[in-house]
């Protein structure tokens, strides 16, 4: 079985590789995107203080997804490698390992998060008027962090052995479940903001248990205790092609509490609901991207270790050249459509306002993300830790942070709606000069 794997995965024409392993991920990420809206689309009904508190929270959800990429893409790229280079019982340790290590990271975030809910809330950007609604949503967000650390740990060695349909197939099952939750907890039985957490967590543990079952079908690689082996070697190599992952998510969420801090200080509640519309929004934008390349990833690191340089390069020209072309379409869209499309969240004219100039400005540059993800996926995936640390870090942290420490300090809220448009514009710059640092040594 193995050995039918490998052939697939070297001797496939690389464009019709990517697109076999790129529909189902590019499906589960729409899904996903769709999922991660879901509570700001029904809890909007209720609020603009329950909006907002759904967008404070998900600074804590972005670093338990953080959490769960390091250990996921860490172990994940290794084993792929290992695949490629014919090494069966490394491959097998690592998913053991990585996983394990997730679930425990899990359980550390749950307990000490909810020890400390009312300090990590106020911390974030929560207000007097979003506090108590920040709070019941946390507590049980927190509750399921090792569900959700374990899933996006599966889900990623799944996809990196190239079975990206059992992914796709699990995380479709958890977004069902938390769409059909959410409006039957939020309105039908009038659990507010309770249910929408309730419905997501039920959503992630659901992921988990299909995740977890189809670990153990067809030609994966099956978790087992005896393979648990969690020394300096394998921490090593986890932290070697998670590290870039773990910067990105641990970014994002410092990049969203403080997007909320500067909203709240310059427009309140109702700017800090309409940035986080706008960054739900930008998610589901970025989804079929981020899916696209994950199409890639496993083509990249399996090609690499066999020591296939040149579809490694052919890969990533392919995905750049039609991600880009891909999300100037969608970015044109969203940017006649801005004010119609936050509205649909929020209908409230202050939420609506801010919104839209942020989703319009973002907008004009998301065609950017194109070359910025598939080099910071491709650096990834040949284990360039470093340099692909570097590169996941340049939009939420080192061009983002300082940008929402200074821009609105000289334009105001509108200093705010323009930040991320502007960390995408310097991001780029870095991204070429990444890329080409390890493409012209890859061979014809």
Known sequence: MQQNRYEMMTTTPVPKLILKMAVPTIISMLV?????????????????????????????????????????HGSGNFLS???GAGKTKEANEMASTGFALAIILGIIIAIVGNIFVDDIAMMIGSTPTTLEDTRKYMRIILIGAPFMTGQFVINNQLRFQGSAVYAMVGLMCGAAMNMVLDPLL?????MGVT????ATIMGQITSFIVLLVGSSKGENIRLSFKNIHINSYYIKEITNG???????????????????????TFGGDAAIAGMSVNTRVMMMMSSALIGFGQGYQPVCSFNYGAGLKKRVKEGYFFCVKYSTIFLCIVGAVCFYFAPQIIAVFRDDPEVIAVGSVALKWTSATIPLSGCIVMTNMMLQSIGRGVKASIM???????????????????FGLFGVEITQAVADI????????????EIRHFKE
């Open 32 to 72: 996903t995107g769709i999922y991660n809206t879901a509570d700001t689309f029904f809890v909007g009904k209720i609020s603009t203080q329950a909006t907002a508190a759904v967008g404070i929270v998900f600074t804590v959800m972005a670093l338990v997804q953080a959490t769960g990429f390091f250990c996921g």
């Open 242 to 264: 998670g590290a870039p992952s773990l910067f990105r998510q641990a970014l994002a969420a410092i990049a969203s509490l403080l997007m909320n801090k500067a909203a709240g």
């Open 186 to 190: 939020i309105f039908v039985f009038n």
């Open 81 to 83: 490698r290992m695949l």
């Open 426 to 437: 310097f991001s780029i710059l870095v991204s070429i000069p990444m890329a080409y640092s």
């Open 195 to 198: 249910g929408a957490a309730v």
């Open 392 to 410: 996941a870090s340049c939009r939420n942290g080192i061009f983002f942070i300082p940008m929402i420490l200074l821009l609105p300090q000289l």
